[in-house]
């Protein structure tokens, strides 16, 4: 079997470090299970050792991989398993989890009616002294956190919704109790390492690599109805987008 | 070489004329007091004019399309940032639907009488204004009438709710009753924000793709010389207005203006407040000298004095003279002259009209 295609263009290291991470995602090597040797696993890759601890390196860095001076580089993966969110219509946790036959659990941490700030406001097109009904959330899979998540709705129309039943999808709250149509969102992805609150929440040490995801989502008359600040493990989570085909551009003649 | 009025366009010479004569008059005497023109007597706050100052600085600047007010306005009526149209006071909406819905010889329906500058905007793109006279006996609104007037070449229909200049609010089936006739319908709310317990009427636009609201910032949010006004209709309603305004039809410290005083509704609520107060009173006073005060939903007072004999060009002008106020010539009504419109302004004025009307009009 080769590990290394070499007409992919992707670098040798990422498509080394790829296939370690399958190994483990497929349950290959569990949590705790020792990798082969870098000599092995170099012969294996057929590539020099720089190129395997690069690799290597990579997956530490993700958290999946644990290197011990003398001993050997260990999985540290808490479950093999990691899931998928496909970024290409508005889907909720626990619709993610479903897919993958998982039992969701919600904790929440703290909710309330803030003080939007000039932050939220801005996004949320509030008044500078407007009120959000703000929801820190913790989504868990098999008692594995995934997600910590802070949303803010505005207060004027979601107010009551702090009353409710928040341990499943508030999408379906929204959507069922509030009659606001999720016509679409606006998101960005970004690595951060996890500061100690966070982290906690997750279960992580300090510094661990995650997905900052900030998503603005608009009702159907393209009015912003929920800000949400989501925080995904970097080890158990996986974002998948479907790309349509190579546009050339042409020549765009520059008008003013 | 011809001579240059017959290069003018017809209609110009034959358009009835809004005459703003008064506010010169007014402005060169500002200690008279101005209860003739649905203003606003409270000037804006530090944080209108702190916004309007601070925009200022970026004006050199063409103004972008404002999605933020534009959702803003929304949020007030359930639609989207989409679903309005921004422009410099609702004249401008006034202006733009004639333009919009009329071609020369085409029909514009509107009650008689009504705010005097729709007319002569009909008549300034050649079309033909309609008039039907008020019911006799309440001033409502004559719908069997109007609908009756309707032909094929009725491009457009007026409703001013709660009216100008009675103030009488309309009864929603007999709105619906113009809605169904399918012909462009404008449902003007210039006054409506003096009762926030009154909803808006935008829920017919989801119905009837043909109506659209005028909404001004010149009454309740006190704006007349600032200028702000916003359309509310569907997506296409929006789209024809935005045509035909112009490209930065509002300027960015108008925009700003308006922002500002959206992010404060206390300060509207207390304009408002000061607004109906007075208006009790009035109608008490009016009341109590045997004057007819139309039960009014807006920052005037349309009043029937014709039972004391005295026209309104004698009241209009003793008014002034012993009291220095200015109130609202209004034309004969069925024949009946002796009717006069008034608004609330500062306090000391509004004693000013109190006296004169318990002088004036009272028992000597």
């Known amino acids: 079997m080769n590990v290394i295609d070499p007409d992919n263009p992707i670098p040798k290291y990422l498509q080394i470090s790829a296939w370690i991470r399958e190994l483990i995602q497929s349950g290959r090597y569990e949590r705790g299970a020792s990798l082969p040797s870098e000599v092995e696993l170099s012969k294996i890759c057929q590539v020099n050792r720089n190129t395997l601890r690069q690799a290597i390196a990579e997956l530490t860095a993700a958290g999946m991989l644990r290197k011990e001076k003398g001993r050997g ?184 | 070489m011809k001579p240059l009025k017959d290069w003018f366009v017809p209609w110009l010479f034959t358009a009835r004329e809004y005459n703003t004569a008064i506010l010169d008059k007014a402005w060169a005497k500002p200690d008279y007091g101005r209860l003739m023109l649905n203003e606003n007597p409270i000037p804006p706050s530090d944080k209108v004019i702190q916004a309007v100052a601070d925009v200022l600085k970026k004006g050199n600047r063409y103004p972008d399309s404002m999605l933020r007010l534009r959702t803003k306005l929304g949020k007030l009526h359930n639609v989207g940032p989409d679903n309005i149209a921004l422009c410099n006071g609702s004249s401008e909406i006034i202006d733009c639907m004639m333009r919009i819905f009329l071609e020369p010889g085409d029909e514009f329906i509107v009650s008689n009488p009504t705010f005097g500058l729709f007319p002569p905007r009909a008549e300034l793109v050649g079309g033909k204004v309609v008039s039907i006279p008020l019911r006799k006996e309440d001033l409502q609104y004559d719908v069997d009438a109007m609908l009756k007037a309707i032909t094929p070449k009725t491009k457009v229909i007026l409703v001013i709710n709660p009216n100008n200049p009675t103030g009488i609010f309309i009864e929603d089936k007999d709105l619906i009753r113009f809605c169904e006739t399918g012909i462009p319908l404008c449902i003007d709310e210039a006054y409506l924000d003096y009762h926030p317990e009154i909803s808006s009427k935008d829920f017919l636009l989801k119905k009837y793709p043909q109506v659209f609201l005028s909404h001004t910032f010149s009454k309740a949010y006190g704006f007349a010389g600032i200028r702000f006004g916003y359309v509310v209709g569907t997506e296409e309603m929006v789209k024809a207005f935005n045509t035909m305004f112009l490209p930065w ?101 509004n004693e000013r009209f109190v006296r004169f009307v318990r002088n004036y009009f009272g028992k000597k």
């Open chain 2, 249 to 349: 039809n509002v300027s960015l410290m108008s925009m700003a203006a308006a922002e500002a005083i959206l992010d404060n509704p206390e300060e509207v609520a207390e304009k408002v407040k000061h607004n109906n107060r007075w208006m009790d009173i009035f109608t008490k006073e009016l009341v109590q000298v045997g004057l007819k005060p139309f039960p009014a939903h807006g920052n005037y007072m349309l009043v029937d004095a014709t039972m004391t004999g005295k026209t309104t060009a004698q009241i209009l002008a003793a008014a002034l003279e012993t009291e220095h106020i200015f109130l609202k010539s209004i034309p004969v009504i069925h024949g009946k002259d002796g009717y006069f419109r008034v608004t609330p302004g500062l306090d000391e004025e």
């Open chain 1, 73 to 256: 580089t260990f999985v540290c993966a808490e479950t093999p398993l990691a899931v998928t969110h496909k970024l290409k219509s508005i889907s909720s946790f626990s619709a993610d989890l479903q897919e993958l036959g998982i039992r969701e659990r919600t904790r929440i941490i703290k909710k309330s009616l803030e003080g939007a700030g000039d932050q939220v406001a801005k996004k949320l097109i509030l008044s500078p002294n407007g009120k959000v009904a703000v929801i820190r959330r913790i989504r868990s899979g098999n008692e594995v956190p995934f997600i910590y998540e802070e949303s803010y709705l505005p207060g004027s129309t979601f107010r009551d919704i702090l009353e409710m039943d928040l341990t499943g999808s508030m999408y379906q709250i929204i959507n069922d109790r509030f009659n606001v149509t999720l016509a679409r969102s606006d998101q960005t992805i970004r690595a951060v390492n996890l500061k100690g609150r966070i982290a906690s929440y997750l279960n992580l040490p300090v510094n661990s690599a995650a997905f900052f995801m900030e998503s603005l989502t608009y009702d159907e008359n393209n009015v912003p109805v929920e800000l949400l600040y989501s925080y995904y493990r970097g080890d158990k989570y996986v974002f998948e987008v479907e790309l349509g085909r190579y546009h050339i551009e042409e020549d765009n003649v520059h008008q003013d």
